[in-house]
């Protein structure tokens, strides 16, 4: 069914988010109306599960919901009442139509709370009256995992208006209604398929308590349902009622002022195609905040921001890398930063995650990631610190913000000193050519980390191509950084002179060039899409003859409609479908699936090699079909290397979104047509 197959997605800012698909069915283990942090932003829990609607009217109803059976059946098949299906900015709206009634739903998260909402109203007026009986469901586990059942005691408590359900040692969900009514249930519904998780070989069978049902009149205002773990005003604990139409409009309010602010910043998207201003709403999902508990008095504040200074900070604004199972992944990150803040205007934000970032710098090297369980960061990244100095170097070009380069400097000089002599893992230059080394037994350092018990699918160790790009590009950076700062620039560019003439070893006599320098069986020529960055990062280290060759080898073998393939198809370890088992996919997901994250690095590298503003473009275009297809609105992680290139992988992942936003804007402007066009404008305000 295809409406089992499109999702949506939302997310509430901190952490939280919701998924399902059109036809309301569950098909993941992580769908739910509201999954939501124990340990803010991290250790997600699904609490809220699905409101299944039944319209009655007189002694007719029907079921607006679909559920799918461990049996094979599908039963009810409320879709087939789907008129229609969209996005109204990031709100998922349905439309229903049986006979003579139309009726609409649409779902959404408050910002910067737990707080879910669905909202039903009649489109058309009817004499007779018509209600809703909805059952809801919920649960307490952790979005990873599958219930048991019967495996917690339920405490319901409340009234018509508001109900919470909670159990010892658990969150607490608050369900609150403004026209309906609220009754008490207690019953388990067991054997939901879950054929996505079959497809990934994982345990296919869930089942959920239904806690609660609600009777809801329908009229043609906006009305329905609050489920929230949150006791504050927005969503009250209080008996005030609660108008959904009234959160429903600030919601929309907020999407339009995001849109409205990256338009203000960045003009190209004022008139940009409808695609490309749903990317605008969709980098929206991605960002969170640390949120802080209101028991935090001042002084416990100012202990904590004291001790961001340490070796390990206080976290307080970062970006999820994708839903609905990654966390916060420094290098995704950095990848994103420029796509999700810098062209969409919230430099405030950029600035705020780059700074809290610096808490957690040791040894010269940023976290690879923060555990979802809330342990340590782990430093098992070569390239992560690397995207570090591009990150603040994007940030400075648009905002001029001198001042927090002067403060962040002495922290970059730093992170250079580590590398030249050496930190953990074995990552250090190699004197005799001024290339970074790495490589550790066991363990995985470039953002092809697969790994699979002890094993490292793609280890890469010796001089990747990509690290070393990087880190002529960081040399670069701090050369720039320091005339800016009026400082002696000398020794960066001593430094990035030497890098460059070792990177020259890289070139294959063919054209592209090497994967890897000087690895334990010596030099990798595996075509990989990694040489790619060697042509888009801000820095080349290539000629432009050089550059152009990299364009050729990577269109000829790795070039796809939604990418890059990971690996060239004629290589004897390439994978062309990613799907089946945890080992089938790990072992996979860097041998051929193809990432749409490189997609837009393969535009701009075109770009910089043809000077073809509006080819470069058009790479991008095949993404408008594909947001209508998988996560609706938003980009997939990767695709399949063979045709037709099924979407696999998280169906919304942040540097997909952000690099294609970021690639579009910039060659938007590089446009002759779209040149003239601003030009235009703005002669016509004066």
Known sequence: ??????????????????????????????????????????????????????????????????????????????????????????????????????????IWMEREQHTTCIAWRLANAVERPVHLGIDLLVNSRNHHADTRPYGFNSIIEGNVNRISIGRAGGPT????????????????????????????????????????????????????????????????????????????????????????????????????????????????????VQPVSAKETKKELNEKEQDRQGR??????????????????TRDTMIALPGLMLTTGRYASARNILTTLAGFVDRGMVPNMFPDDGGQPQYNTVDGALWYFEAWRAYIAVSNDVAALREIYPLLQEMVSWHLRGTRHRIGVDASDGLLSAGDSGIQLTWMDAKLGDWVVTPRHGKPVEVNALWFNALMCMAEFSRLLKKDAEIFETLAKQAKVGFSRFLKPAGGLYDVLDGPEGNDDSIRPNQILAVTLHYSPLTPQAQAKVVAETGRHLFTSYGLRSLAPEHPGYRGRYEGGVWERDSAYHQGPVWSWLLPHFAMAEYRVTGDAELAQSRLAPIHDHLLDAGLGTISEIFDGEPPHSPRGAPSQAWSVACILAAWVTLERARPSAREGMAKKEESRQ
């Open 1 to 106: 069914m295809q409406a089992s197959r499109r999702e949506w997605w939302l997310a509430d800012g901190l952490g939280g988010y919701a998924g399902g698909t059109i036809a309301q069915c569950l098909t993941r283990r992580y769908h739910g109306l509201l999954i939501a942090p124990a340990n803010p932003p991290l250790g997600r829990f699904l609490v809220f599960v699905k409101a299944d609607a039944t319209l009655h009217d007189n002694e007719r109803n029907w079921p607006l919901f679909t559920n799918c059976w461990g049996s094979g059946a599908v039963e009810p098949q409320g879709l087939v009442h789907i008129e229609s299906f969209r996005l109204d900015g990031s709100i998922p709206v349905w439309r229903f139509a049986i006979g003579d009634l139309i009726l609409e739903q649409c």
């Open 173 to 288: 969900l608050h369900f609150h209604t403004d026209d309906g009514q609220l009754f008490a249930r207690h019953q388990w519904i067991e054997d939901f398929d879950l054929p996505r998780e079959r497809e990934r070989g994982l345990p296919d069978r869930d089942s959920h308590f239904c806690a609660a049902h609600m009777r809801l009149p329908l009229r043609t205002e906006w009305s329905g349902l609050v489920a929230t773990m949150s006791t504050t005003p927005e969503a009250p604990a209080t008996d005030s009622p609660l108008r959904c139409g009234e959160m429903l409009n600030r919601r929309r309010a907020h999407d339009a002022a995001r849109l409205t602010a990256a338009v203000t910043l960045t003009p190209e998207l004022h008139d940009a195609p409808c695609w490309v201003r749903q990317l605008v709403i969709a980098a929206d999902s991605f960002p969170i």
């Open 312 to 329: 390990f900070g206080q976290r307080k604004e970062s970006v999820i890398a994708g839903y609905p199972w990654f966390g916060d992944w």
